[in-house]
């Protein structure tokens, strides 16, 4: 079957960094995204990788590894406005995005 | 990036009413589009796929008659809450996807709140 997996939950102070890990089983790949979704919104779009390696995009960069079926999103110098939930989602064989569960992350000051 | 918008953003009904929830691509033609539904706390749930023209293709256990999906147009597809029940208070969230575009553009979503 078709399965995404991140932690629920991480907590990080805020100026630090902070990876926040998704691995993934789907029917084929065309790609993966991370999500950012803060309470009571939608989400809005931060990366799509469907080649190995590193993506940096200001403070934020995902990585991808597509023989571990592996990623991260990393985020560094953390505000507190980063406080939110990140979905991890897989682009199957049908261009279907299956999702994550999504990982809280709480910065503290 | 391109521009989704969601109608209306929260919408409270009566149950036994049914509630229309409109989700428009407002710079691009979006000849596909997906409805999600969101419990609090938990991830997004695909509920259906639809196509400009033809008819939605949906996720095993939605009802279709309970959620009727309308895509008109290459920028609007409706979802209709049909005899709404208390249990179908959701956050309901649209997407678009372009023709050469895989990411999927999302609408700011609808709260719906069956009393």
């Known amino acids: 079957g078709q399965n995404i997996d991140q932690p629920t939950e991480m907590t990080a102070t805020e100026g630090a960094i902070v990876q926040i890990n998704c691995t993934y089983q789907?029917?084929?790949?065309?790609?993966l995204f991370w999500y950012q979704q803060h309470a009571g919104e939608a989400p809005t779009f931060l990366s799509y990788?469907?080649l190995d390696g590193l993506e940096e995009k200001g403070r934020f960069s995902s990585f991808l590894s597509r023989s571990k079926g592996y990623s991260y999103l990393l985020l560094k110098e953390l505000q507190m406005k980063d406080s939110a939930s990140y979905l991890c989602?897989?682009?199957?064989?049908?261009?279907?995005?299956?999702w994550g569960a999504g990982t809280k992350l709480i910065i503290k000051p | 990036g391109a521009v989704v918008s969601q109608h209306p953003s929260r919408v409270i009904c009566k149950s036994g009413t049914s509630v229309k929830i409109e989700c428009r691509s407002l710079d691009f033609q979006a000849t596909t589009m997906f409805w999600y539904r969101q419990f609090p706390k938990k991830s997004l749930m695909l509920m259906a796929t639809s196509n400009e023209g033809s008819k939605a293709t949906y996720e095993q256990g939605v009802e279709k008659d309970k959620f009727l999906i309308n895509h008109a147009s290459l920028t609007l597809s409706t979802l209709t809450v049909t005899s709404a029940h208390p249990e179908d208070s959701s956050f309901y969230i649209c997407?678009?996807?372009?023709?050469?575009?895989?990411?999927?553009?999302f609408g700011p979503g609808t709260r719906l709140t069956v009393t």
């Open positions: 989602a897989c682009m199957d064989s049908n261009y279907q995005l299956i």
């Open positions: 997407s678009a996807r372009g023709n050469r575009d895989y990411e999927q553009y």
């Open positions: 990788n469907v």
């Open positions: 789907t029917s084929g790949f065309n790609g």
